[in-house]
């Protein structure tokens, strides 16, 4: 069974840091290039980075760009999102995503992605 368990989320000052976690199970992990994504209310799902299965390579939105930056640790099946410098903008659910098989050259859509996690918690205030 396929299961992605995010955590890490939080309530913040704007200027302040969080790091998410997320944990990926029941299938070959480190087989696959690993995404989060983020949705405000009101707002489309969108990509804001993306990173290649050894870690290499990764893709991060304009939006977030020198702010944020992911990692992952094959051995362990995990991704990170470490975020600094948060803005008030970046209040969203996060997720932890699971690209669909393939060699990526640009943020992944909705449509890209296999697997989701459960999403978490991110607000940012002022």
């Known amino acids: 069974q396929v299961e992605l368990v995010e955590s890490g989320g939080g309530s913040v000052q704007a200027g302040g840091s969080l790091t998410l976690s997320c944990v990926a199970s029941g299938y070959t992990y480190g087989a696959y290039w690993m995404a989060w994504f983020r949705q405000a209310p009101g707002k489309e799902r969108e990509g804001v980075a993306l990173?290649?299965?050894?870690?290499?390579?990764?893709y991060y939105a304009d939006s977030v760009k020198g702010r944020f930056t992911i990692s992952r640790d094959n051995a362990k099946q995990t991704v990170n999102l470490q975020m600094n410098s948060l803005k008030p903008e970046d209040t969203a659910m996060y997720y932890c995503?699971?690209?669909?098989?393939?060699?990526?050259?640009?943020?992944?859509?909705?449509?890209?992605?296999?697997?989701w996690g459960q999403g978490t918690q991110v607000t940012v205030s002022s």
């Open positions: 990173i290649a299965t050894r870690g290499i390579l990764a």
């Open positions: 995503a699971t690209a669909k098989d393939g060699y990526w050259t640009r943020l992944l859509t909705p449509d890209d992605v296999q697997y």
